[in-house]
């Protein structure tokens, strides 16, 4: 069936360090990718997204990666700080979404960063 | 910054009792959404909703749930009899237009937790 899923549940990586996390995906019909943020108590917040026809989208401090041929996901967070601590979520919404624009959402990947 | 709030931030309620979650959207968007993450588990979609009608729902969202957008500002989730495994943040997102590529919203969520 259709799935998002994520490879490490938890990533601990030193202050400053880059950080990357991956996501698997099998809908190959998936148009749009996102990568959300979770923060103990919040909700998802939006980090960056890209498109099907893309490969590579940057933004600040923030890459994120489409390799479609393998259907694989990634987030870079270059020199990360305490702040990204977080749980970060990979999402997809498919092309024949049924008008809903659904996200479907990944298991998530716990990131601690240690001083 | 304009964003999306929710009440109450916890709900404690009894078996079989009903329960309605409140969202305010933000004030311009007209694509509002529920989603619910049971404690270390994924985010799931449960239901979208645009012009007055649901446009998708998942097959979480039985009978026993309904949304309503009662007013201009609210966006409600009703359970009408609430099972233990209804225990869960309930986020409720929006988004200003349709289409894959605009970015969903989301507010704090509430807890929600059937004893």
């Known amino acids: 069936g259709e799935s998002v899923g994520l490879h490490l549940p938890t990533l601990s990586v030193q202050e400053g360090d880059n950080s990357i996390i991956n996501c698997a995906y099998s809908?190959?019909?998936?148009?749009?990718f996102i990568w959300y943020k979770q923060e103990s108590g919040k909700g998802p917040q939006f980090i960056i997204d890209?498109?099907?026809?893309?490969d590579k989208r940057q933004g600040q401090r923030v890459t994120v990666l489409l390799n479609k041929t393998v259907k694989h996901l990634s987030l870079q967070i270059a020199a990360t700080q305490p702040g990204d601590s977080a749980v970060y979520f990979c999402?997809?919404?498919?092309?024949?979404?049924?008008?809903?624009?659904?996200?479907?959402f990944g298991t998530g990947t716990q990131l601690k960063v240690e001083l | 910054e304009p964003e999306v709030t929710q009440t109450p931030s916890h709900q404690v309620t009894q078996m079989g009792q009903e329960v309605i979650l409140r969202c305010v959207p933000i004030?311009?968007?007209?694509?509002f959404y529920w989603y619910r993450q049971i404690l270390g588990q994924k985010v799931e979609f449960l239901v979208s909703?645009?012009?007055?009608?649901?446009?998708?729902k998942s097959e979480i969202f039985d009978d026993q749930f309904s949304v309503e957008r009662p007013d201009g500002s609210n966006f409600t989730l009703k359970i009408r009899s609430t099972k233990l495994e209804d225990s869960a943040m309930y986020f409720c997102?929006?988004?200003?237009?349709?289409?894959?590529?605009?970015?969903?919203?989301f507010g704090p969520g509430t807890r929600l937790t059937v004893l």
């Open positions: 809908n190959s019909a998936s148009d749009y």
């Open positions: 890209i498109r099907s026809n893309m």
């Open positions: 004030s311009n968007h007209l694509y």
């Open positions: 999402a997809e919404i498919p092309i024949l979404t049924g008008g809903g624009n659904k996200l479907t």
């Open positions: 909703f645009y012009n007055n009608e649901i446009s998708e």
């Open positions: 997102a929006s988004t200003k237009q349709g289409g894959v590529n605009n970015e969903q919203f």
